[in-house]
């Protein structure tokens, strides 16, 4: 498993536009882990989003969910609440040290299960949701992830992501211009000031492949946009 664009890794609750070596995201993501689970839990507005993805999973008491890049766990609650003490939520990341936070947060409930894998290759056989937030930004293949989750789901199942891309509403030039600066300051290694291909740009294109191919494998869809356009929130009930 590597993050260098040859074979597609998860990421650690931050999405960026770039490829990089597994070790650098490691180091990087440990190192902020606690950090990124105060910007993922207290951050103006994130509970009513990570609230609507889980109730756009469309969970049922019972149900098992799989969360691709869950990150510090911040929303394993949220899908726990769905699915209820005889469901069973499982979160896969690659980063140890999130994990290890994930663990921490969770540790009261015994059907939320926190394993470290890789998204593209979830260690799961079936499930009845997928949910993937701010990750498909990170993979080489985003439309190849969709499809193997679209498939771990199978027919009638439900896909939901939620990710950061530029706004395409009218007043988006200044919301983009931030939004450009917080892309290039949270892509590993920081230090970086030049690359072949703008971290924001690349971002786009991996969002809007994964957003299209779920779109394609979805009998049934549903969009939301927040934050001044910039997160999209897309589910579909799989074919």
């Known amino acids: 498993m590597t993050a260098d664009g040859t074979d597609e890794t998860t990421g650690a609750g931050t999405e960026t536009g770039t490829d990089t070596g597994e070790e650098d995201a490691q180091a990087f993501y440990g190192r902020w882990a606690r950090l990124y689970d105060l910007l993922a839990r207290k951050t103006p507005g994130i509970t009513a989003l990570r609230a609507r993805a889980a109730a756009a999973c469309r ?6 969910v799989v969360e691709m890049g869950c990150g510090t766990g911040a929303n394993l609650p949220y899908l726990r609440e769905q699915v209820g003490p005889e469901g069973t939520v499982i979160g896969v990341d690659f980063t140890r040290p999130v994990l290890e936070r994930a663990r921490e947060l969770t540790v009261e409930y015994d059907n ?21 937030t701010f990750v498909a930004g990170m993979l080489a293949d985003p439309a190849g992830a ?9 027919s009638d199942g439900h896909v939901v992501l939620v990710n950061a891309a530029r706004s395409r509403e009218w007043y988006g030039p200044p919301v983009n211009a931030v939004f450009r ?3 290039v300051l949270s ?6 000031l030049r690359y072949e291909t703008s971290p924001h740009e690349l971002l786009d294109e991996r969002i809007d492949a994964a957003h299209d191919r779920l779109r394609d494998r979805s009998a049934a869809i549903a969009h939301e946009t927040h934050a001044f356009g910039v997160v999209r ?7």
């Open 112 to 132: 939320v299960h926190v394993v470290r894998g890789d998204a593209t290759a979830p260690p799961v056989a079936d499930a009845d949701a997928v949910l993937a």
């Open 187 to 192: 892509t590993p290694p920081t230090t970086k």
């Open 181 to 183: 600066a917080v892309v």
């Open 233 to 239: 929130l897309t589910g579909g009930r799989i074919r």
């Open 146 to 154: 969709v499809d193997d989750w679209c498939d771990l789901v199978g």
């Open 59 to 64: 969970l049922e008491s019972g149900d098992t």
